[in-house]
């Protein structure tokens, strides 16, 4: 058999191979070489050099929503290839299901971030963070905040454990603001996300210098970064610390973000006593999360407080259960748990098991060794769960030494404020649970354990059916957590969108910010031509475009009839005596909705035309009491217009300002309509 071939790296535009033969990565689960792994020969400042350079400014040609759009259609495109990766992913160790929860859940997030970046971001270049700030009397001097993509490279340094995800999860946030990545995968299943590249790139479908692939070490990749650039690290602490105070990193002031080493824990609750539905979901999972990825998760729950009468029950449970898990090839359909991502991961596993067993007894499990089915128990990288007890929780090794696979320590607790203090010792986690139907006990306990937690699940008997798990990371949600978990975050949404940004304070004229926004501020110039803006097509529209229309005089006769008709009789707007003796109104005022009414029968071009719908407002505010008599003028100004991109129509909002005779506002809103793109 001859040598198995060196994994190719993805940079400045071409594939290259390296010029060594580089070191063997070897089958999980067989032994056998599956490739090897170097970045002899390849330029590193020159690849980043060439995503600053094209991808960066190809990026930043698109608004939000073609980016959006391309991730939407990159997902898609990946998971016509699933089927491949889940075959290639068996071979790191991962069953079926872990491979599910690695490849569709980074796909997944792709998706997820396509979806919110077209709902909760402008077809635009540009992000408005935040209302107008005033900063003088007369309105002329304003300040509003924005946010611009960085013009650097997001460099994402991955663990071995989530060969898919962990690269997609990094490189959604990044390519929606508008910023290109280089990717360095792990050693141990570089392979895995080396296919990942070759499939992105082969699809064509995101412009060139926006994806590149170091597939080797990353020798003096961190000596290139710039005060433009990121980093984004998923691995232990101990390397995330030497990352962090890298001269180059100091020096520049490069963004770092680090998912580290994490003790999560789960806790229930004294109510969930044996055959409670919360004791059942507390022992399920426990014990999926000890052997989904056979522990290799850095959500993975590695200690298990429990009320002190419950710890048997819990132990008894928690074994039976770990006791009908099928350990061997993920190939076989028969087994549930394959094998870590490497011998030299087992051998450290077994050293971390070493420590914790001078202060705990084995529970379940054998440590040193396990039966496995249709495969070497030697040769693969093969281990038993192992269910630690330690009757004693004071023990700082229960809190300091996480052993990165099928393992986790059941501890007791006597009381609510002894168990978070206990959550806390673990100085940093990326999530806990809590498993209770005592909504106090879970908000006492999720309140004082929060500060160490970049996440809290409480998973009761309501929520069970429907609940994503104690170590599923949604992108919607914050991934990261303080302290030891290495105080960053990943994902969270649009939250991570802007990790990517430098949100930036404008000052200047109304006219300025609208301008650099693309957004109508107020005390801006309008445009109040002869053509109502209702009749101009979303093409034909600019920001800007006005009407005023009124005035309109309310009368006694008016408010009557709305009460009546609406059946809203309020007092303030029937009783005389009563809206009198009001501070706030001083007598009879017409309702809001009735001002609302009156605008829309001012502003608007009764005919069919480009104005599909009106589908919200949005910002209402009433600020002035209207009283019979008073007249009535609104003015409608397009204030942001927002193109679909895969739609004939678009979104156009507008500003609405209700004044009465005095010049006063009476209502600001802001009114959402559909409008044609031709």
């Known amino acids: 058999m001859g040598q198995s071939p060196v994994l190719r790296s993805y940079v400045s535009g071409g594939w290259h191979t390296p010029s060594a033969e580089g070191t063997p990565l070897h089958d999980a689960v067989t032994g056998d070489e599956v490739a090897r792994f170097s970045s002899a020969g390849v330029d590193i400042g020159a690849a980043l050099d060439h995503g600053r350079r094209v991808g960066g400014p190809a990026l930043r040609a698109l608004t939000f929503h073609q980016r959006a759009a391309l991730l939407k259609a990159l997902a898609s495109e990946l998971r016509e290839h699933r089927d491949e990766l889940y075959t290639l992913s068996a071979r790191t160790g991962a069953t079926l299901g872990d491979s599910k929860f690695d490849i569709d859940g980074g796909i997944g997030v792709l998706f997820t971030y396509s979806s919110k970046g077209r709902r909760e971001l402008p077809n635009a270049t540009v992000y408005v963070d935040g209302a107008v700030e005033p900063l003088s009397k007369s309105g002329a001097f304003v300040a509003q905040h924005i946010a611009t993509p960085l013009h650097g490279v997001a460099v994402q340094i991955n663990a071995f454990n989530f060969p898919v995800w962990g690269p997609l999860e990094k490189l959604a946030p990044a390519f929606l603001a508008g910023m290109p990545t280089l990717i360095k995968p792990a050693p141990q299943t570089a392979y895995l996300t080396a296919r990942l590249v070759e499939l992105i790139v082969a699809s064509g479908l995101l412009p060139e210098g926006s994806v590149q692939l170091l597939c080797g070490e990353p020798g003096e990749l961190l000596d290139h970064l710039t005060e433009q650039d990121l980093v984004a690290f998923t691995g232990s602490a101990d390397t995330g610390r030497r990352l962090r105070t890298h001269p180059t990193i100091v020096a520049n002031g490069v963004r770092f ?252 004229s109304p006219d300025v910010l609208t301008a650099v926004t693309g957004q109508w501020v107020t005390g801006s110039q309008r445009s109040d031509d002869e053509v109502h803006p209702f009749r101009k097509t979303l093409a034909q529209l600019r920001v800007g475009d006005a009407v005023e229309a009124g005035p309109r005089t309310v009368t006694r006769e008016d408010v009557d009839h709305f009460a009546e008709f609406t059946g809203d009789t309020f007092y303030a707007h029937t009783d005389e005596d009563a809206a009198a003796a009001n501070p706030l109104f001083g007598g009879i005022v017409a309702h809001g909705y009735l001002v609302l009414s009156f605008a829309a029968g001012l502003f608007v071009s009764p005919e069919p035309g480009p104005v599909l719908a009106n589908y919200g407002l949005e910002n209402l505010r009433f600020i002035t009491p209207v009283k019979p008599g008073d007249a009535l003028t609104v003015t409608l100004t397009a204030k942001q217009i927002t193109p679909r991109e895969n739609a004939d129509h678009g979104e156009v909002r507008w500003d609405a300002d209700v004044t009465n005779q005095d010049d006063e506002s009476v209502a600001k809103y802001d009114v959402l309509t559909l409008v044609s793109k031709a």
């Open 257 to 508: 973000t680090a998912e580290a080493d994490s003790l999560n824990c789960s806790i229930l609750g004294p109510d969930a006593t044996q055959g409670t539905p919360e004791f059942d979901l507390f022992v399920k999972q426990l014990t999926t999360e000890m052997t989904v990825k056979a522990g290799q998760k850095c959500t993975a729950i590695r200690r298990a407080f429990v009320p002190v009468e419950l710890i048997d029950d819990v132990a008894e449970a928690a074994a039976a259960r770990l006791a009908r898990i099928t350990i061997g090839n993920p190939s076989n359909d028969t087994v549930r748990m394959g094998a870590l991502v490497s011998v030299e991961q087992r051998d450290e596993l077994r050293r971390s098991l070493k420590a914790l067993l001078g202060v705990a007894t084995v529970a379940y499990g054998d440590p040193g060794s396990v039966e496995v089915v249709d495969a070497d128990a030697e040769r693969g990288a093969f281990v038993s769960p192992v269910l630690l007890r330690a009757d004693d929780p004071d023990h700082a090794e229960l809190h300091e030494v996480e052993a990165f696979g099928p393992v986790a320590t059941l501890m007791p607790y006597t009381s609510t404020s002894q168990v978070i203090e206990l959550a806390g010792r673990g100085r940093g986690s990326l999530v806990g649970s809590v498993v209770t139907a005592d909504v106090a006990f879970a908000r006492e306990v999720v309140l004082g354990a929060a500060m160490w937690h970049g996440r809290m699940l409480v998973l009761d008997r309501t929520s069970a059916a429907d609940s994503t798990g104690h170590g599923s990371p949604l992108p919607q949600l914050v991934h990261g957590g303080p302290g030891r978990a290495g105080g960053g975050e990943e994902m969270g949404g649009i939250r991570a969108v802007m990790h990517h940004m430098q949100r930036t304070a404008v000052q200047g």
